[in-house]
């Protein structure tokens, strides 16, 4: 990638959901070559080096929908979706008119529907694809110990372990076993840590890959943990998830059955509610890129 070729300063947005944070780019006349988005990706995110992100955004024109984006990884890597980061983009959208209040856009999970709650622009809901690949009650030895995990795909990959006390669990360490664990290859999987408290409510920390590390929320692993909670029987919908950072998002779906037959009633949609906020605008300079 020569970085000399891009015409400085480069505009950009920085949004963050629930501790979740984006570098957001309007692309729609596109200047970085998809070959060189990765490390571009790779290198804007780095904190304290340049701008500093969990992951960028690349906000593209869609014919089949109000956009697409382009979502990478703080490491360059490419992601299929991100609930906090779908709903800045959504927020990001709306306020630069590159979309209405009730917007569609494209993903690599396919399409998502989101949704401005208030004028201001700072409560966004999204409906989700549906998620794939339900596994509950998986036995793994992880830490050296005997542990249940369960496993959906909402859209990336996840896994949740219910523990007792998510304030004390081994994110770091538990987390990078399961995200690399043999059982969850090659895609390797996010690992989320849920504690059931009262009132339909999950505290939720979360290993995310790309980041390789704990990161302030994760908007789909909230779905996820919330979505095997209620399967599990341990909670009903909707369900509040209060993140790594203290925010809350809430998660609305509906579910089919009782007890052994309980399932997701996927006709009804699901949907991903939590506040995105919009930090500062600013340009970036050719040192933002420098190795």
């Given at each position: 990638?020569?970085?000399?070729?891009?015409?400085?300063?480069?505009?950009?947005?920085?949004?963050?959901?629930?501790?979740?944070?984006?570098?957001?780019?309007?692309?729609?006349?596109?200047?970085?070559?998809?070959?060189?988005?990765?490390?571009?990706?790779?290198?804007?995110?780095?904190?304290?080096?340049?701008?500093?992100?969990?992951?960028?955004?690349?906000?593209?024109?869609?014919?089949?929908?109000?956009?697409?984006?382009?979502?990478?990884?703080?490491?360059?890597?490419?992601?299929?979706?991100?609930?906090?980061?779908?709903?800045?983009?959504?927020?990001?959208?709306?306020?630069?008119?590159?979309?209405?209040?009730?917007?569609?856009?494209?993903?690599?999970?396919?399409?998502?529907?989101?949704?401005?709650?208030?004028?201001?622009?700072?409560?966004?809901?999204?409906?989700?694809?549906?998620?794939?690949?339900?596994?509950?009650?998986?036995?793994?030895?992880?830490?050296?110990?005997?542990?249940?995990?369960?496993?959906?795909?909402?859209?990336?990959?996840?896994?949740?372990?219910?523990?007792?006390?998510?304030a004390m669990a081994p994110v770091a360490d538990w987390g990078r076993e399961v995200r690399f664990h043999e059982a969850f290859q090659p895609a390797g999987t996010n690992a989320n840590f849920t504690q059931v408290l009262a009132n339909d409510t999950l505290m939720v920390r979360t290993y995310e890959r790309g980041v390789e590390g704990e990161t302030m929320a994760c908007g789909t692993g909230a779905v996820a943990s919330a979505l095997v909670a209620a399967l599990l029987e341990q909670a009903n919908p909707p369900v509040t998830v209060i993140t790594s950072g203290g925010e809350q998002l809430k998660i609305h779906f509906s579910l089919q059955g009782e007890g052994n037959e309980r399932e997701l009633d996927l006709a009804a949609g699901i949907f991903l509610e939590g506040p995105a906020h919009s930090v500062y605008q600013g340009e970036m300079g050719p040192d933002a890129l420098l190795e």
């Open positions: 990638m020569n970085t000399q070729d891009f015409n400085y300063p480069i505009p950009f947005t920085k949004l963050s959901g629930t501790g979740n944070d984006f570098i957001i780019i309007d692309h729609r006349v596109p200047f970085i070559a998809e070959a060189d988005q990765p490390d571009f990706a790779r290198l804007v995110c780095r904190r304290r080096f340049s701008l500093g992100a969990d992951g960028l955004i690349l906000i593209e024109n869609s014919p089949a929908a109000d956009f697409r984006w382009q979502f990478y990884n703080g490491d360059g890597s490419r992601a299929e979706m991100c609930g906090n980061g779908a709903r800045c983009a959504a927020r990001f959208a709306y306020e630069k008119n590159i979309a209405l209040a009730t917007m569609r856009f494209e993903t690599d999970a396919g399409e998502i529907e989101a949704f401005i709650l208030n004028g201001s622009a700072d409560l966004v809901k999204i409906r989700l694809t549906a998620p794939e690949d339900l596994r509950l009650n998986i036995p793994l030895t992880i830490g050296r110990r005997e542990q249940t995990l369960h496993f959906i795909n909402t859209g990336v990959p996840h896994t949740v372990v219910v523990v007792n006390d998510a």
